[in-house]
């Protein structure tokens, strides 16, 4: 039995976090419609993506975390 991954790039996470990215529609179609049947999120990838947007230059990313925090 075979299952399809998929191990996004980091720009792929920070387009789908941030939606005034400028790739964000297309982040959301791969997702919706192209993604395999898994995700994957790596360790690195996440940590790469927690370093991005603690970034000035994205805070509505930021915010976007903030508020969702539990």
Known sequence: ?????????????????????????QALYYR??????????CTVTALGLVRLVCQQKHPLCWARFASSRV
């Open 1 to 25: 039995m075979s299952t399809t991954v998929d191990l996004p790039d980091l720009n792929v996470w920070l387009a789908l976090a941030c939606p005034h990215h400028s790739h964000h529609h």
């Open 32 to 41: 919706e419609q192209q993604a395999a049947e898994q995700v994957l999120f």
